[in-house]
């Protein structure tokens, strides 16, 4: 069973272009999660998604980013625009549904890909 | 989210017991506490969760005390692939994103 897969693994952009990062779940996992690593700090929540239903996006900037996870295909975050302070590595995760109220989705996560903004 | 405290960082002998603790005393009843764990440059890794009992699996034991203020994550024989930043995270019943620390760097050392 394939892990969660990300790509492309490295990304270099020059300001004002657009990044697009791609996640493909775990298979059998309908929950996509997308957090951001800044050099030397912990991770940050940017946004959960299930197909097709952006779920929470509180930790998403309010330009330039949108994120989306269609019926068919993988979850893409999107970056227009960006910027030096972009660079990062950007992690997606995924789970399965819950069951009934209790937290047993732990969350699986994949290799990240390192954005780098020239 | 409860807040956690974790040091933030320790050493360990290759071999011996990894003992990583983790305060979170302002903790309510319905919140589980996770811990996940990070390899230099890879994406995190769960490791083990728990409510108020004690836990184990195959990487690890979860020791939470019985007033579920704090908890220690054993790794009961260290070795240098255990290297990492270690985030101990509480999570309400229920809830959906993962609020990271900035955990604890365990360095295994030969």
């Known amino acids: 069973n394939a892990g969660v897969m990300q790509n492309p693994r490295h990304l270099v952009r020059r300001r004002g272009q657009e990044a697009r990062l791609r996640c493909s779940p775990m298979?059998?996992?309908?929950?996509v999660y997308w957090y951001r690593q800044l050099p030397e700090e912990g991770l940050k929540f940017m946004v959960y998604?299930?197909?097709?239903?952006?779920?929470?996006e509180s930790g998403m900037p309010k330009e330039r980013f949108s994120a989306e996870f269609p019926k068919e295909g993988p979850s893409i975050l999107r970056i227009q625009q960006v910027v030096r302070g972009d660079s990062a590595a950007y992690f997606c995760?995924?789970?399965?549904?819950?069951?009934?109220?209790?937290?047993?989705?732990?969350?699986?996560f994949g290799p990240g890909t390192r954005l780098t903004v020239l | 989210d409860a807040k956690t405290t974790q040091p933030p960082s320790m050493d360990c002998a290759e071999g011996r017991a990894a003992n990583l603790p983790c305060n979170h005393s302002?903790?309510?009843?319905?919140?589980?506490v996770y811990w996940y764990r990070q390899i230099h440059s890879q994406g995190p890794q769960y490791i083990i969760h728990?409510?108020?009992n004690n836990e184990t699996n195959e990487m690890a034991s979860l020791i939470i005390t019985e007033d579920r203020k704090s908890s220690t994550l054993i790794l009961p024989h260290a070795t240098l692939r255990d290297t990492a930043v270690y985030y101990c995270?509480?999570?309400?019943?229920?809830?959906?994103?993962?609020?990271f620390g900035q955990g604890t760097r365990l360095t295994i050392n030969p």
């Open positions: 995760a995924s789970s399965l549904p819950l069951r009934g109220g209790w937290v047993v989705n732990e969350q699986f």
């Open positions: 298979k059998g996992h309908s929950h």
């Open positions: 998604l299930q197909k097709e239903n952006i779920i929470d």
């Open positions: 302002t903790i309510s009843g319905n919140e589980y």
């Open positions: 728990g409510l108020k």
């Open positions: 995270i509480v999570r309400v019943q229920g809830a959906q994103k993962l609020v």
